[in-house]
């Protein structure tokens, strides 16, 4: 009741303020506007022994979270939403939330002073220790009086959001391909590209499912943006923020580019972004960041983007490294310490005939095989089954002619 008479109130004084937020969109947000996971909700698998970077802002350009924490790495931890947040678990194990309030302290900006549906869409960008990404983008729910991070995430019931995890690799916005290092400079060769955001225009996503929060009715394009670069220590994420990074430029038409730089020494790297575009504008942020390191402490022998002081576990294979797609190879590709994880299983086969497999067994694939029909298939043996070639385990035989009902089912004429 005092959610609902708060957004009332909101939005009355949004309508009869119309002039002054117009005067002054950078002004915070009067009333309480929480955005992120704000029912339970959480990223998995992400990297988070120390802080994971993470970026709020409104598509509109309307708001930003500035350098405000809005990642929950543990329960407890001191957050720019709740202060205190919950939803993170414990430090290194992989869980963590984002917790912020665009009524809180350290906000730029007020993406819907109103509380209007359509206005203000979030966008949150993700990255943790090892440069993994997950990008969300919701829209907001009067119901609720959020932008709720779930909204985006898959439902797996009608209240119940699924996971989502930081290094899908179809998020990625950016992929080394090559570095020459010639005296003093590195020239990089890169690869933008158009990361997958998730969103609650997705089908079968909580959005559009239960809380009808993607009033466009579709989500806008998503394309390449530009190439930033900036430099600082090696195994740290740096300021996501496009103003903290110096401009490079856009891609070549086909997505590929290159640049060159100092060496930056001894233990440092210099990290080298990309931005993305929705529906033609461009992000706030970098969505994405890979680390070419100076002098040879940190090299990235295989120039997959991923150095073995920040979690890649098989430097001399470029198909190894945080955020690979794990496959059945007997290997831990995606170098989060377990092997041919998540690979699932296979059903084949009706009835008694049905098996069910692993998809992935000892490093090898498994094809999955029905039971053979000779082999009866319902658990009776062929000298006693009334209906051999028929699955009928209950023996049916409405007539007591010894034939099964499945049999005569099967041999019954159509009417013409």
């Known amino acids: 009741m005092a959610r609902t008479i708060l957004r009332r109130l909101g939005a009355a004084l949004g309508a009869s303020a119309a002039l002054f937020w117009a005067a002054d969109v950078r002004a915070q947000c009067d009333v309480s506007l929480p955005f992120g996971h704000v029912f339970g909700g959480h ?73 209007i549906p359509g206005v203000g869409r979030n966008v949150f960008v993700v990255i943790d220790n090892s440069l993994q990404v997950v ?78 929060t993607c009033t466009e009715g579709f989500f806008p394009p998503v394309t390449p943006g530009n190439l930033y670069t900036t430099t600082g220590p090696c195994g740290t994420v740096p300021d996501l923020r496009t103003s903290a990074w110096s401009l490079v430029g856009p891609p070549r038409p086909d997505g590929s580019a290159s640049v060159t730089f100092a060496d930056p020494g001894e233990g440092a790297c210099v990290f080298l972004g990309a931005t993305f575009l929705i529906g033609g504008s461009e992000s706030l942020a970098v969505g994405g960041i890979v680390a070419v390191s100076g002098g040879a402490g940190c090299p990235d022998a295989d120039g997959d983007g991923s150095l073995p002081c920040a979690g890649d576990c098989d430097d001399s294979n470029p198909a190894v490294h945080p955020g690979a797609a794990e496959a059945c190879n007997g290997v831990d590709d995606d170098c989060d310490g377990q092997v041919d994880e998540d690979l699932g299983t296979a059903t084949c086969g009706v009835g008694g005939c049905a098996r069910t497999v692993n998809n992935c067994v000892g490093g090898a694939p498994q094809t999955c095989v029905p039971g053979a029909p000779a ?22 035989d409405a007539n007591h002619n010894g034939i099964g009902d499945a049999c005569e089912r099967k041999r019954t004429p159509k009417p013409s």
């Open 43 to 115: 990223l998995e698998d992400c990297r988070d022994s120390s802080p994971v970077a993470g970026f709020a802002y409104a598509l509109d350009g309307s708001a930003n979270s500035a350098t405000s924490n809005i990642i929950c790495e543990h329960n407890g931890e001191d957050t720019q939403g709740s202060r205190s947040c919950s939803d993170g678990g414990s430090l290194g194990d992989g869980v963590v939330s984002i917790d912020g309030n665009w009524g809180g302290i350290g906000i730029i900006g007020c993406p819907n002073p109103a509380g």
């Open 135 to 212: 990008i969300l983008s919701v829209g907001y729910s009067p119901i609720l009086g959020v932008y709720a991070a779930e909204f985006a995430h898959p439902a797996i019931g009608p209240f119940t959001p699924g996971p989502l995890r930081c290094g899908d690799p179809a998020s990625r916005t950016i992929r080394l391909d090559g570095t020459d290092r010639a005296a003093d400079h590195i020239t990089a060769q890169l690869t933008l590209m158009a990361p997958r955001i998730f969103s609650d225009c997705d089908p079968g996503s909580l959005g559009a499912t239960t809380y009808d």
């Open 375 to 396: 082999e009866v298939c319902d658990g009776v043996g062929d000298a006693c089954d009334n209906c051999i070639l028929v699955p009928n385990p209950g023996q049916e």
